[in-house]
């Protein structure tokens, strides 16, 4: 706090160290730069008029040594125009005299969140920087710092591990996560989503064929089960598999060898399986729609990915990453996000989950034209955001699903590639959805 009318100094520090703020004072402007040769101060309040050195001068000086530090201008009502071209050259704000004390303080926290905020996306960038070849999850959420310490313990095993979770989570990162923490990092890894193809299809796919196999099998393919040897099959939404193709699976995992479509001799493979579904296994299980001795096969080891809305903590960090990405990829220039939008973004319950925050980031990319990203930026975060229904109007989860495809497919103009993307489902599902919901 620089004044030099001893009485404004002691009530201002007054003032602000009832508020749990330390304050340094100092009645000459010299005096404050010799000060600021020192040490780095989080905040300066300093008057604009003072004899020798005026605010201008500890403005300037501090804008070249401590760039992060925030300037607050104190000016009386015929200086404001001065005050406004402090801002011009970096001030943060200014208050007029005599001071309104919930002003003052309204200042003071905003200035100090943005310089902690600036501070903060610093250290995370040096993070993601620091983050080298192969597959990293940010995560500060302890729900999701643990898991990934048990996936990492998981790893070093061969046991078949199926991973769950709502779609848009990462549970194929999770999956690339396991494989290259494992012993089997420098085989291949694998992977096939198992509800983008016909029956048909996914057998050639996972098995393959021999030459004349069938009509137009004019040579021989390598199947992914027998390609993943040494390494890491990954067998995505493993629910959309049919019965009698998991029939077929099961005798891959209990026997080890794989049989190709049109071969009466079969290979041996040394493959580690992993899974994952956003549906409820147990329940199909017990609904006979998944084979119970299947399932106790793949889920040796379960884990489950908690929502994006279970881990808040987390918003922040995947923000940063992916405003870092987009911003490099389109050749921007955007620093930080604006501490309103991240407000918006940790209270919102993201059903679409990291997949749904980064089509968010990208998008505000696009938009913001100065170094921030604002709240305008954002689209309109309410619309997904849960409301309880009226007594007597509960509707069905169907009803729920329904209604949020129809939403999603107005905001994608009917573009069902980009409206499978966003929810996170491949055009097959989206199809049979719409299909399901007599939408098509």
Same mark, same amino acid.
């Given at each position: ?17 009832? =508020?749990?703020?330390?304050? /340094? ?13 020192? =040490?780095? !101060? ?8 003072? $004899?020798? @050195? ?46 309104? *004390?919930?002003?003052?303080?309204? @200042? ?26 192969? @597959? ?46 494992? $012993? ?21 796919? *996972? ?14 393919? /390598? ?48 493959? %580690? ?33 908690? $929502? ?31 501490? =309103? ?8 319950? !993201? ?11 990208? %998008? ?8 921030? /990203? ?57 199809? %049979? ?8």
């Amino acid at each position: 706090m620089v004044d030099d009318e001893q009485v404004a100094v002691r009530n201002l520090q007054h003032i602000l160290s009832k =508020e749990g703020y330390e304050v /340094i004072t100092s009645q000459s402007g010299s005096r404050a730069l010799q000060l600021l040769a020192a =040490e780095e !101060f989080d905040l300066i309040l300093t008057d604009l008029r003072m $004899p020798k @050195v005026d605010g201008m001068e500890i403005l300037r000086q501090s804008r070249a040594r401590w760039p992060d530090t925030e300037v607050v201008m104190i000016t009386g009502y015929a200086a404001v125009d001065s005050a406004i071209a402090a801002m011009k050259l970096g001030a943060y704000h200014y208050v007029t005299k005599p001071y309104k *004390l919930d002003e003052v303080r309204k @200042v003071v926290r905003e200035a100090l969140e943005k310089r902690q905020l600036r501070l903060e996306n610093r250290q995370l960038k040096e993070r993601l920087a620091k983050v080298g070849v192969g @597959v990293t999850i940010l995560a500060e959420d302890s729900a999701m710092t643990d898991l990934l310490s048990i996936a990492h313990d998981v790893a070093q095993s061969d046991c078949s591990v199926l991973i769950t979770g709502e779609s848009g989570t990462g549970k194929e990162l999770l999956a690339r996560y396991i494989h290259e923490s494992s $012993p089997r990092a420098h085989g291949p890894l694998k992977a096939v989503n198992c509800g983008v193809f016909t029956e048909e299809l996914l057998g050639n796919e *996972l098995f393959g064929h021999e030459r004349g196999a069938f009509t137009g099998a004019d040579r021989k393919k /390598i199947g992914l089960i027998e390609s993943a040897d040494g390494g890491t099959l990954f067998l995505d939404e493993i629910t959309e598999m049919s019965l009698s193709m998991q029939v077929k699976l099961l005798r891959v995992l209990q026997e080890k060898e794989v049989q190709p479509v049109g071969s009466t001799d079969s290979v041996k493979i040394d493959v %580690r399986f992993l899974a994952a579904t956003n549906r409820d296994i147990m329940k199909m299980v017990k609904a006979g729609d998944f084979r119970q001795d299947l399932y106790f096969r793949i889920n040796v080891m379960n884990l489950h990915l908690p $929502p994006l809305s279970a881990r808040r903590k987390d918003v922040r960090i995947l923000a940063q990453y992916f405003l870092d990405r987009y911003n490099n990829a389109m050749d921007k220039d955007i620093r930080e996000i604006a501490p =309103e939008a991240l407000r918006v973004l940790q209270n919102y319950d !993201f059903p679409g989950n990291v997949r749904e925050l980064e089509n968010i980031i990208e %998008r505000a990319v696009v938009l913001a034209r100065g170094e921030r /990203i604002e709240v305008e930026h954002l689209p309109d975060m309410e619309v997904h955001t849960f409301r309880p229904p009226t007594e007597g109007n509960i509707p069905s989860l169907d009803e729920q699903e329904r209604t949020y495809i129809e939403w999603v497919l107005e905001q994608t103009a009917g573009n069902k590639t980009k409206a499978a993307e966003v929810l996170g489902i491949d055009r097959v599902s989206l199809w %049979r959805k719409l299909k399901k919901y007599s939408m098509d």
